[in-house]
């Protein structure tokens, strides 16, 4: 039985003296977000200097405009807005500098990848892991997703350690220090299969931008504008994964990813993986709000004095909307031989059933060595491994689920497979 923890001051956080003490330390020194200061930052970095095409600029100027206009953000906020602006832009000279060096990266075939796809917070990282676990598949785990081509300035140490994995699993002592409760709501180990959104990072695109703080000029940039280059963008790093992988002796193997981002992308995705399977989630889209507002609110308990909740409710309802509208409209695209619906009712009671179902409709033999990888994993991260957290919609964000759930009527009607809540 999972242990279950309740945040009883979401709304109000209740920061211990080294919380507060390390947030006035940042106020003291705080950083500068400027375009000069992430790209200059990123060249003393590498010792690169050639980002390659200059379009990204536009985007990072959207963003940087809505971050510095975030006048409520502590400096610490901004400090974390700027580190990620720098790993982007230090990944992108690598990726270009490694694709000038090798063009034959570009002839990489990524053939018949399984890409799961579906609102966060219903299940999609868990089928991932599932999926992931088979050994003849290649995942993208956290620390190669967030650099995906090694810095030469920082070369491999006495340990053996790549300093890639070095800096996530440092990184996430401190969130777990910082924020203990991170891990039952959503674990980041270095090891953690990552969502292939974050390779889109580097050409400064892509909804993952939203997570990190809301940005609605971005999100209205990005969905006004035709994400194919992007997904292009992200093709070319699995090349480069897969390059990689048989540089090191290695063999190509089909890739298993996952994004939340695709469900509004459907017509995009089929563009670029033409062959691919996907497995689409689906689940309460209020369980899903809630789970994610409940989230972010948690993490930003170090960022600001006080936690917009009201703001977070109506940009996330707002969101998962519109990814949902985009789903219901493109869902067809997607040919019957090429998917699989993948309720979260249906998926929680049988989960190897769902994990068969895929592998059948990716034309991926069963196996007593899959089914042993797949069992092992499950024995080694039980559910609720890390906890349980309760929510409360209507204490902490002032709606009841069925008020809100009324919103979704089209989503509902649209699948009726989909359990709808009782009353």
């Given at each position: 039985m999972a242990q279950k923890f309740s945040i009883d001051d979401l709304t109000?956080?209740?920061?211990?003296?080294?919380?507060?003490?390390?947030?006035?330390?940042?106020?003291?020194?705080?950083?500068?977000?400027?375009?000069?200061?992430?790209?200059?930052?990123?060249?003393?970095?590498?010792?690169?200097?050639?980002?390659?095409?200059?379009?990204?600029?536009?985007r990072l100027k959207i963003l940087l405009d809505e971050w510095n206009g975030d006048t409520r953000a502590y400096a610490l906020k901004r400090a974390f807005l700027l580190n990620y602006g720098i790993r982007y832009a230090s990944n992108r000279l690598l990726i270009h500098d490694l694709l000038t060096r090798h063009p034959e990266i570009h002839d990489e075939p990524i053939e018949r990848p399984i890409m799961v796809v579906g609102m966060p917070r219903s299940g999609t990282t868990h089928l991932l892991n599932l999926l992931g676990a088979d050994s003849r598949l290649r995942s993208t785990p956290l620390w190669q997703t967030y650099a995906p081509v090694p810095n030469p300035k920082e070369p491999v140490g006495p340990d053996g350690v790549d300093p890639r994995y070095a800096r996530v699993a440092a990184s996430w002592e401190v969130q777990l220090a910082s924020n203990p409760l991170s891990a039952a709501m959503h674990a980041m180990e270095p090891d953690h299969f990552h969502e292939d959104v974050e390779l889109m990072g580097p050409n400064f695109a892509g909804y993952n931008f939203e997570w990190l703080a809301r940005a609605p000029k971005f999100r209205d940039y990005y969905l006004s504008t035709d994400q194919t280059p992007h997904y292009e963008y992200m093709k070319t790093v699995l090349k480069i994964f897969q390059w990689q992988d048989v540089q090191a002796g290695g063999t190509r193997k089909r890739f298993v990813t996952k994004c939340p981002q695709h469900l509004e992308q459907l017509p995009v995705l089929k563009k670029v993986f033409p062959d691919a399977t996907v497995a689409i989630t689906y689940r309460d889209p209020v369980e899903v709000i809630q789970s994610a507002i409940t989230m972010i609110a948690y993490g930003e308990r170090m960022s600001y004095p006080t936690i917009d909740t009201q703001g977070l409710l109506a940009y996330w309802t707002d969101r998962v909307e519109k990814l949902l509208r985009a789903c219901v409209r493109d869902r067809p695209i997607w040919p019957e031989e090429q998917s699989v619906d993948v309720p979260f009712d249906t998926f929680m009671k049988d989960d190897m059933a769902v994990v068969r179902e895929v592998r059948r409709k990716a034309g991926l033999p069963e196996t007593d060595q899959a089914n042993r990888d797949v069992a092992a994993y499950i024995e080694s991260h039980p559910r609720g491994k890390y906890g349980q957290l309760v929510y409360n919609l209507e204490r902490d964000f002032g709606v009841s689920p069925d008020e809100l759930r009324k919103r979704f009527d089209f989503y509902y009607e649209a699948y009726p497979f989909l359990r709808r809540p009782a009353k």
């Open positions: 109000d956080p209740q920061l211990s003296p080294e919380q507060r003490a390390y947030i006035a330390s940042v106020e003291a020194n705080p950083p500068v977000l400027t375009e000069d200061a992430i790209l200059s930052a990123a060249r003393d970095a590498t010792g690169l200097s050639d980002f390659g095409p200059d379009d990204f600029r536009e």
